[in-house]
T-cell receptor, first 119, second 110 residues
Framework: AQKITQTQPGMFVQEKEAVTLDCTYD???????LFWYKQPSSGEMIFLIYQGSYDQQNATEGRYSLNFQKARKSANLVISASQLGDSAMYFC????????????????FGQGTILTVHP | AAGVIQSPRHLIKEKRETATLKCYPIPRHDTVYWYQQGPGQDPQFLIS???????DKGSIPDRFSAQQFSDYHSELNMSSLELGDSALYFC?????????FGPGTRLTVT
């Protein structure tokens, strides 16, 4: 069964608008971490944001915020004030076995969502 | 800030040849991971090391091996290369929650 699901193969947004990229996950482990990465056409994987399953507040990093809804098992990425440079592939990933601070586990990725920002 | 370093960035090999990919983690990071990303696919976990010991293993072919050295750098050795091994190979390192990826090595097998 797919552990991370990104149902939007592609998304379009107008420059300066906000956009939400969807991610749902499936795990029976009470301790886990959720990640978002950006992969531009050049290929590198850029870490954006992390949310631990026990974190009480939604994670935020600059223009990125993670809308964490534990009961729904969703971890959507919200990008505010989109910029042309935000055009890229975005991956949601999960690490199971997070122990409230440190963990050394592998990441399982979703299929990705291609975001295109229009001027 | 220092990032994960991978070398080489691009590599072209022929079938049945061998390849060695190198990874230098962020200083003081104690865990190294290797991932393989095929064309149009998401990254797949291969293997990881914590404090120079193998900590987890994913779908890594028997033709591949890896190790982490005393200076914490890691090498992924790939033998009897096949066309299907053509992919982007990432190394990542972590110390705590966040996992940072290197720029990747693009391997092309012809």
């Amino acid at each position: 069964a797919q552990k991370i699901t990104q149902t939007q193969p592609g998304m379009f947004v107008q420059e300066k608008e906000a956009v939400t990229l969807d991610c749902t996950y499936d795990t029976s482990d009470p301790s886990y971490g959720l990640f978002w990465y950006k992969q531009p056409s050049s290929g590198e994987m850029i870490f954006l944001i992390y949310q631990g399953s026990y974190d009480q507040q939604n994670a935020t990093e600059g223009r990125y915020s993670l809308n964490f809804q534990k009961a729904r098992k969703s971890a959507n990425l919200v990008i505010s004030a989109s910029q042309l440079g935000d055009s890229a592939m975005y991956f949601c990933a999960m690490r199971e076995g997070d122990a409230g601070g440190t963990s050394y586990g592998k990441l399982t990725f979703g299929q990705g969502t291609i975001l295109t920002v229009h001027p | 800030a220092a990032g994960v370093i991978q070398s080489p960035r691009h590599l072209i090999k022929e079938k049945r040849e061998t390849a060695t990919l190198k990874c230098y983690p962020i200083p003081r990071h104690d865990t190294v991971y290797w991932y393989q990303q095929g064309p149009g696919q998401d990254p797949q976990f291969l293997i990881s090391f914590y404090e120079k010991m193998q900590s987890d293993k994913g779908s890594i072919p028997d033709r591949f091996s890896a190790q982490q050295f005393s200076d914490y750098h890691s090498e992924l050795n790939m033998s009897s290369l096949e066309l299907g091994d053509s992919a982007l190979y990432f190394c990542a390192s972590s110390l705590g929650n966040e996992q940072y990826f290197g720029p990747g090595t693009r391997l092309t097998v012809t």
